[in-house]
């Protein structure tokens, strides 16, 4: 098997499943019961959410939520400030290629509760420009949300430049996505009021994620019922899942140099690869992160060629979502100005630390058989 779509999901580190393992036998009481090993259980779980804190750069000023994922702690951040701001205001600004767990959420407000929810545009290179941010707030805006790093092309937003922006407007909260930047690149978060991430694109299991908040701002919890995560989320907190999340995140923060000089070598072999096959366009550039590479194909269908890749035992990404037309296109390339075909025929490749050269060379050749083969559209 070639795998060459981290940016979905990646391999749990061994040694974090094996400490996960370990804490769910050895450590299994509920961290809110009140005897010694609920107070022990309690302490591993602060021990957690210290350590996020710190490897995201914002001890002093922020706090951690441990949840199930970027899906919950996006809808908890749109939700949770919507039902307890909209008195200071109606409108709410998301990038235009946003994860759809924030773009459909933010939407849902506008249908059910009369929000006003208006998408940035950006620009040819999927980022969203500070200037267009600036022309774009007002006094009754509450929230603005905007990714780190786009997950269908790498495109990177100066979060530091967009939260200044955001915050000449006092009664205004910056939220981002960063489930693709986490541990992959150096980025100062601490202008953002509310950070969120999933744990299983840097090799922590699945079902977990954090939603990191500004200490000093309260927003209503999506989950009611108990007192947990300082009663922003009820229900019995995954005390292992939380400190395999912590420990994958400080393991990936450890190695991201590295990490990130072999996405580079592998990109740039990659983009040169590319450059030989006369019908691909290349979505991604240099000035974006090196762990996704987004082409399109001019004369084939991407999801055919993706099909064919998978039989070879290569697993790359193509748009899944539809458009109007039952279609499958991606509004992200679609919102950087792509020609519709492009759109329509785009194909992700994305990276993790386990990938080598002989990957890169496998995928090429196995690319040009398949274009060879395969009908053109
Ligand atoms: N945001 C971004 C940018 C993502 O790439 C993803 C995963 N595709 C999500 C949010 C949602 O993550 P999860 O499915 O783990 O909740």
Redesign the pocket.
């Known amino acids: 098997m070639i795998y060459l779509d981290n ?2 999901s990646t391999r749990p580190y061994r040694e974090v499943l094996e400490e996960y393992v370990r804490h769910s036998q050895e450590d299994f009481a509920n961290s809110n019961s009140k005897h010694y090993f609920g107070f022990a259980t309690h302490s591993l779980l602060e021990k957690a959410r210290k350590s996020v804190l710190t490897d995201l750069g914002v001890t002093d000023t922020h706090q951690a939520l441990f949840c199930s ?4 702690a ?1 809808n908890t951040v749109f939700q949770g400030i919507a039902f307890r701001y909209a008195n200071r205001g109606k409108r709410i600004l998301v990038g235009s290629t946003e ?1 759809p ?2 773009l459909v959420t933010a939407h849902s407000l506008a249908r059910l509760q009369g929000f006003e929810v208006v998408e940035i545009p950006v620009n040819a290179k999927g980022q969203v420009e500070p200037d267009t941010l600036a022309s774009m707030m007002d006094k009754q805006t509450i929230l603005v949300s905007i ?1 780190a790093v786009n ?1 269908e092309t790498g495109a990177i937003n100066d979060l530091p430049a967009l939260a200044q922006v955001v915050h000449q407007f006092p009664k205004a909260f910056f939220h981002s ?1 960063l ?2 930047s986490v541990g992959k690149m150096e980025m100062d978060y601490s202008g953002v009021d509310f950070l969120s991430f ?1 744990g ?2 840097i090799c922590a299991p699945k079902g977990t ?1 954090v939603l990191v908040y500004r200490s000093k701002i309260g927003f209503e919890s999506l989950h009611r019922g108990g007192d947990q995560e300082f009663g922003l989320r009820a229900g019995t907190v995954d005390v292992p899942g939380a400190l395999a999340l912590a420990d994958a995140l400080h393991r990936t923060c450890q190695e991201r140099e590295a990490y990130i000089a072999l996405a580079k070598t592998l990109f740039q072999q990659l983009k040169e690869g590319l450059s030989q096959i006369e019908e691909v366009v290349l979505n991604s550039d240099e000035n974006g992160s090196p762990f996704v590479l987004n082409f399109s194909l001019r004369k084939h269908k991407a999801s055919v060629v993706v099909e064919a890749l998978s039989e070879r035992g290569i697993y790359v990404s193509s748009v899944s979502a539809c458009n109007s037309k039952g279609e499958p296109t991606s509004y992200v390339l679609a919102a950087m100005g792509k020609d519709p075909g492009d759109c329509a025929n785009s194909i992700r490749v994305s990276f993790g630390h386990e990938n080598t050269k002989e990957d890169v060379d496998a995928f090429l050749i196995a690319l040009k058989e398949i274009l060879t083969e395969v009908a053109p559209r």
Do not use: Y
């Open positions: 940016a979905a994922g970027a899906t919950e996006n994860h767990s924030v990714m997950n996505d489930t693709q999933s299983h694109k994620g």
